[in-house]
């Protein structure tokens, strides 16, 4: 799934309309199978420790932290030779450099986009 692809589905659960629908099927209980698909997927990034920096296009940073959360990632602040990814946008800083010299793998949004549609 590309970044094109990502907006159309952010732009899809972001209607209020759309959301009412998905509540009612909640309700209903007609979505269990989606969400035994969920959870069993969103483990694909357990143990894997990231930093999120600079200005995301297609999300806000607390979205991507809050699916790499999802994903059972962890993230933090501060890039170490813990950190696993840095997943970087527009006017990354520091944050950037540090990654680079310590050589953890850098995730620009679409390949972040990637990996979370992977995991």
């Known amino acids: 799934m ?7 589905i ?11 629908v998905i509540e009612q099927l909640l309700n ?14 969103s483990n694909g990034l357990a143990g894997k420790v990231f930093v999120v920096t600079g200005t995301l296009n297609s999300m806000t940073r607390d979205e991507a ?12 602040g501060g890039v170490s030779a813990k950190t696993d990814f840095l997943v970087y946008g527009d006017k ?12 953890i793998e850098l995730l620009d949004e679409a390949a972040f ?5 992977r995991n």
């Open 2 to 8: 590309g970044p094109v692809v990502a907006q159309h």
């Open 10 to 20: 952010n732009r899809f659960f972001s209607e209020a309309h759309n959301q009412a």
């Open 28 to 41: 209903q209980g007609k979505v269990q199978v989606l969400q035994q698909l969920v959870a069993t997927r």
């Open 65 to 76: 932290k809050a699916a790499i959360k999802q994903s059972g990632g962890k993230v933090t």
């Open 92 to 103: 990354p800083g520091s944050k950037l450099d540090k990654a680079r010299s310590l050589e």
């Open 113 to 117: 986009i990637e990996l979370l549609s």
